[in-house]
Every structure is written in structure tokens, then in C-alpha cells.
């Protein structure tokens, strides 16, 4: 646990304002790490800055992001066995599986016309969630309702919910297993504290998986 808590004490000493929020930082972490070690994998969903932190997330996981991620030997032995010569095993990154919703207009526009836009991440979760897996909800109000309908139906499919956005919570802090709360309530300020929170959770998963190699 020495890196883990190396890279939350850069990240304390960096935003002050976070040490208050260590505990459900550290849990969430937690909940992360436990389900990818199971097979599991994770979703995000958010709305406006929220998505694309959602998808920044993704971005950061399911590729290098510091380390060098060292991918499986059976898997590399396999590429130069099936393509001896295309060498595809030096192109690939190893990867914690993660989806950001929302991002398939077909789909999206499809369920918002015929059901209800305001079900569709929830749609989603179900359609994607499997028991173990986690979903990331991002709301800076924590009542987007799109978002909290997502963290319901995880939560009947059997996912470990976290949310994360202002220090109110609204319904995602009563619904969510845990609730980053940063101590904003102002939109784009608590987006500002958002990122540094997400970078450090890709950093801990990271080094757990391949801080070794």
C-alpha cells in the first residue's frame, strides 16, 4: 500500500480541500481494485463536463497511462503464433476494462424517442452491468436524474455504485454505496476537483496491476 498512499498524499498535498473526503476516496478506490481483480469492470456515466470526465476515465484505464502495463505472456505468445509477422502484441496496452455510457447516438436517441431519455444510462447499466461490477456516477448536483435512475437499476442488477460531485450529494449521496463529496457546490469548482480525484483513482489502479514490473 506504500504507492497507494504516496499518490494520495501528493494528491492531499496538492488539493487541501480533499482530506476531508479521504476515507470515501479511499473506499471507492477500494471497491475498484476489488471488482477489476474479480473480472469485473466499470462504468461511467455523467451529463455536459461530467460525461466527458466520464470519458476521460475510460481513456485513462483502458490504456497506458504512466507505467508501462505489461500484458500477459500467453496472449503475446499466441499474436506471434497466429501472426508471426505483423507483430500486433507490440501495438497492444494492457487494459482495465472500462465503458463510459452515452456515447452511441443510435442507441441513445433510439431509447430517449421510443421509452425515456431520462432511462437511458439506466438502460445501459442494465444491458452492461453484470453482479461485481462498478458504476461511476458523476453529477456536480448529485440529482441528475438520469444519472441517479443509472445508480438505481445497478444497483438492482447487483453493481458497487460510487458517485462523485458536490459537497450537498443530493440523491445519488442516499443511493450510492459510497459518495465522493468535494467541497463545492458551484458547478465548474467542483469539476476542477474532480479530475485530480479520477487521475489519482487511475493512478492507485495502475500501480496496483503493474506497479511491480
Avoid at 497506458?64 to 505472456?73: A, G, N, S, T
Avoid at 440529482?143 to 443509472?150: E, G, I, K, R, T
Wanted: charged share 25%; aromatic share 8%; proline share 4%.
Amino acid at each position: 500500500m506504500g504507492a497507494i498512499e504516496d499518490i494520495w498524499a501528493q494528491l492531499a498535498e496538492r488539493y487541501p480541500v480533499l482530506q476531508d473526503s479521504k476515507k470515501e476516496i479511499m473506499e471507492a478506490y477500494s471497491i475498484m481494485e476489488n471488482s477489476f481483480r474479480q473480472g469485473g469492470k466499470l462504468l461511467t456515466c455523467g451529463n455536459g463536463g461530467s460525461s466527458a470526465d466520464a470519458q476521460h476515465i475510460v481513456g485513462e484505464l483502458m490504456k497506458e497511462f504512466k507505467l508501462h502495463r505489461q500484458l500477459p505472456e500467453d496472449f503475446v505468445k499466441e499474436c506471434r503464433r497466429r501472426y508471426p509477422e505483423e507483430r500486433l502484441e507490440e501495438r497492444i496496452q494492457g487494459a482495465l476494462p472500462a465503458i463510459a455510457l452515452g456515447v452511441n447516438p443510435a442507441l441513445e436517441s433510439a431509447y430517449a424517442n421510443d421509452v425515456s431519455p431520462e432511462m437511458v444510462y439506466a438502460q445501459e447499466v442494465f444491458g452492461y452491468g453484470r453482479p461485481g461490477d462498478v458504476l461511476l456516477g458523476l453529477s456536480t448536483s448529485g440529482n441528475s436524474l438520469n444519472v441517479v435512475n443509472a445508480i438505481k437499476i445497478g444497483k438492482a442488477v447487483g453493481l458497487h455504485c460510487i458517485g462523485i460531485g458536490g459537497q450537498d450529494g443530493g440523491e445519488l449521496r442516499k443511493l450510492c454505496h459510497v459518495y465522493v463529496a468535494l467541497p463545492e457546490r458551484e458547478t465548474y469548482l467542483v469539476q476542477e476537483l474532480t479530475l485530480p480525484v479520477y487521475h489519482a483513482w487511475c493512478r492507485m489502479l495502475e500501480c496496483t496491476f503493474w506497479g511491480n514490473e
